[in-house]
T-cell receptor, first 111, second 111 residues
């Protein structure tokens, strides 16, 4: 089954404690993206990757890092999380033309 | 900077009625996507519109794209309760891989 998986699905952490949200896809897609969703703001792109070792900033990259060492994985790293990073995060993958496939989401709370 | 605006932001409609959601964007693009999101769930692709004049239909939903007017519409015919969800349009910025989402239209269909 074609899918995008994210882990963890829920996370409560404290300010400053480094964390990683993993994302993996099994469709051999070149493109992968991370988004955050906040009430009233829709989805905003954090980072995207066009292929292995190729990444670029989206609209809200501050406070986040990503890496793309393998085609199937695209982890999101928060080196020093802050409360304003409390949000719902989605990973997505796609071919670059047709629709994006979204993961189930990770709800992050930073206290 | 590409901006994507959806109207209305909230729509409450009676079963059996017709209505249209509008998606306006501010710069050149020829790729537009519509997604559906149920409460607490991920995003599901509805339509991919890749050229001017493109029209796609699935069940009671029909989407169209006018790249000259920078406008896409999502038309709902004879609404049913199962269509209650939040609908997002998203536009791919020209010559980049950035996907910009509208803020979403929350649709509620009541008997």
């Amino acid at each position: 089954e074609a899918q995008v998986t994210q882990n963890p699905r829920y996370l409560i952490t404290v300010t400053g404690k480094k964390l990683t949200v993993t994302c993996s896809q099994n469709m051999n897609h070149e493109y992968m993206s991370w988004y955050r969703q906040d009430p009233g703001l829709g989805l905003r792109q954090i980072y995207y990757s066009m292929n292995v070792e190729v990444t670029d900033k989206g609209d809200v990259p501050e406070g986040y890092k990503v890496s793309r060492k393998e085609k199937r994985n695209f982890p999101l790293i928060l080196e020093s999380p802050s409360p304003n990073q409390t949000s719902l995060y989605f990973c997505a993958s796609w071919t670059g033309t047709y629709e994006q496939y979204f993961g189930p989401g990770t709800r992050l709370t930073v206290t | 900077e590409l901006k994507v605006e959806q109207n209305p932001l909230f729509l409450s409609m009676q079963e059996g009625k017709n209505y249209t959601i509008y998606c306006n964007y501010s710069t050149t693009s020829d790729r537009l996507y519509w997604y559906r999101q149920d409460p607490g769930k991920s995003l599901e692709s509805l339509f991919v519109l890749l050229s001017n004049g493109a029209v796609k239909q699935e069940g009671r939903l029909m989407a169209s794209l006018d790249t000259k007017a920078r406008l896409s519409t999502l038309h709902i015919t004879a609404a049913v309760h199962d269509l209650s969800a939040t609908y997002f349009c998203a536009v791919l910025t020209y010559n980049t891989d950035k996907l910009i989402f509208g803020t979403g239209t929350r649709l509620q269909v009541f008997p």
